[in-house]
């Protein structure tokens, strides 16, 4: 079966700055994996997906991740926060579209 | 966007109650999913729907149970509400099954019914 697990439920960064949001995954093959993004009060959008092209991944709104297989891992990045990314982010893995538990990105001016 | 929408949006009902959230789509798209979402969980699958009249539990199917009868609607109906039922439910969408490796699509949600159970 197909897990994953985000580090940290809370992250905080000052505007400029960069982003670091941490995913760690396992799973019996190679999986597909997704970002969203959660603002408040608002319904799911799709980041970003890895599916077996390319290991490093750009979404939208200047975000990426890289896959990295030997670390089971898909971490998101961002150079320079805005405090238009201040919402909750999920990593999810293929297979049902399993979640993790999120991490809510506050961005301080 | 994707076209997807619930309904009710908001809906508070009492123990016991049964409650059926509607979940239509013009997309056309194969497979539907419910999902509901709790603080410190994420989304959890409850059911999902790959065809007309083929439904699957996903991980937190107690209480729960679906149907669809038109491509186009999956519903999920709570047979008798308890307050651990209270929760934002989602509905999502995909053309295809993400189950394999490799497989790349990718799931277009509705904006979410919330349901308060008192």
């Known amino acids: 079966a197909q897990s994953v697990t985000q580090l940290d439920s809370h992250v905080s960064v000052s505007e400029g700055t960069p982003v670091l949001l941490r995913c760690n995954y396992s799973?019996?093959?190679?999986?597909?994996l997704f970002w969203y993004v959660q603002h408040p009060n608002k319904g799911l959008q799709l980041l970003l997906k890895?599916?077996?092209?390319?290991?490093l991944v750009k979404g939208i709104n200047g975000f990426e991740a890289e896959f990295k297989k030997s670390e089971t891992s898909f971490h998101l990045t961002k150079p320079s926060a805005h405090m238009s990314d201040a919402a909750e982010y999920f990593c999810?893995?293929?297979?049902?579209?399993?979640f993790g538990a999120g991490t809510r990105l506050t961005v301080k001016p | 966007d994707a076209g997807i929408t619930q309904s009710p949006r908001h809906k508070v009902t009492e123990t016991g109650t049964p409650v059926t959230l509607r979940c239509h789509q013009t997309?056309?798209?194969?497979?539907m999913y419910w999902y509901r979402q709790d603080p410190g969980h994420g989304l959890r699958l409850i059911h999902y729907?790959?065809?007309?009249?083929?439904?699957d539990k996903g991980e937190v199917s107690d209480g729960y149970s679906v149907s669809r009868s038109k491509t186009e609607d999956f519903l999920l109906t709570l047979e008798s509400a308890t307050s651990s039922q209270t929760s934002v439910y989602f509905c999502?969408?995909?053309?295809?099954?993400?189950?394999?490796?490799?497989?790349?699509?990718?799931?277009?949600f509705g904006p979410g019914t919330r349901l308060t159970v008192l």
């Open positions: 999502a969408i995909s053309e295809s099954s993400l189950n394999g490796g490799g497989s790349s699509n990718e799931q277009f």
């Open positions: 799973s019996s093959y190679s999986p597909s």
């Open positions: 890895y599916t077996s092209a390319a290991t």
């Open positions: 999810v893995v293929s297979d049902h579209m399993r």
């Open positions: 997309e056309n798209h194969r497979y």
């Open positions: 729907s790959y065809g007309v009249k083929d439904t």
